[in-house]
Nanobody, 125 residues
Framework: QVQLAESGGGLVQPGGSLRLSCAAS????????MGWFRQAPGKEREFVAA????????YYADSLKGRVTISRDNAKNTVLLLLNTLKSDDTAIYHC??????????????????WGQGTQVTVSS
């Protein structure tokens, strides 16, 4: 059974940083492209970042470029998302996703095959 377990969310002040972690189990991580999506209350689900199988190439939403970094450690079955200079608009539940297709974890074609339950990020003073 595939499980993606996110952690690291919380309450942070504007301008602050958070490091989100996704622990994957039940799959061979180096066979999956990985990504992060987020969903804020009353808003549609939004692509945040994606990373290829080897970790060599990364993709970011335009609204977050320069403020977010995705990385992966296939040996540890872990994907990280570093969020910097957080704004109130970044408040959302952040979900880790996995799929064999890169376009899918970039928010294209269809919904990713595997989703975590998410971790809440709240940016507020």
């Amino acid at each position: 059974q595939v499980q993606l377990a996110e952690s690291g969310g919380g309450l942070v002040q504007p301008g602050g940083s958070l490091r989100l972690s996704c622990a994957a189990s039940g799959l061979t991580l180096n066979r999956y492209n990985m990504g992060w999506f987020r969903q804020a209350p009353g808003k549609e689900r939004e692509f945040v970042a994606a990373i290829t199988l080897s970790g060599r190439t990364t993709y970011y939403a335009d609204s977050l470029k320069g403020r977010v970094t995705i990385s992966r450690d296939n040996a540890k079955n872990t994907v990280l998302l570093l969020l910097n200079t957080l704004k109130s608009d970044d408040t959302a539940i952040y979900h880790c996703v996995a799929d064999v297709l890169l376009d899918v974890v970039r928010g294209l074609r269809r919904t990713p095959a595997y989703w975590g339950q998410g971790t809440q990020v709240t940016v507020s003073s």
